[in-house]
């Protein structure tokens, strides 16, 4: 059964940081790009990152790019999501998701319909 789960949400202060765990089950995860979404409430899922299963290419949406890194262990199956210096604007349901066979992180940005698999999202919550 092929399983994606995320951990590593909490509650954090303004200017702190938090490290998201996407860890895959049924498959693996190195053979796909892998994707991570936001969603807020009352706004669309939001393409926040994405690493490429070939070379590793990556892509960051403007509002994170400086602050977050995504990375991936193929050993342990797992893709990661560095978050610093998060902000109040931060504060969303992350969710990771793996990409349709052979797709390829686009510069362009990364869309839900894109990708196949998703896990059930983690809470991040940034707040004083």
């Known amino acids: 059964q092929v399983q994606l789960v995320e951990s590593g949400g909490g509650l954090v202060q303004p200017g702190g940081s938090l490290r998201l765990s996407c860890a895959a089950s049924g498959f693996t995860l190195d053979y796909y790009a892998i994707g991570w979404f936001r969603q807020a409430p009352g706004k669309e899922r939001e393409g926040v990152s994405c690493?490429?299963?070939?070379?590793?290419?990556?892509y960051y949406a403007d509002s994170v790019k400086g602050r977050f890194t995504i990375s991936r262990d193929n050993a342990k199956n797992t893709v990661y999501l560095q978050m610093n210096s998060l902000k109040p604007e931060d504060t969303a349901v992350y969710y990771c998701a793996a990409g349709h066979r052979g797709y390829y992180c686009s510069d362009l940005g990364v869309f839900p319909v894109d990708f196949g698999s998703w896990g059930q999202g983690t809470q991040v919550t940034v707040s004083s």
């Open positions: 690493i490429s299963s070939s070379d590793g290419h990556t």
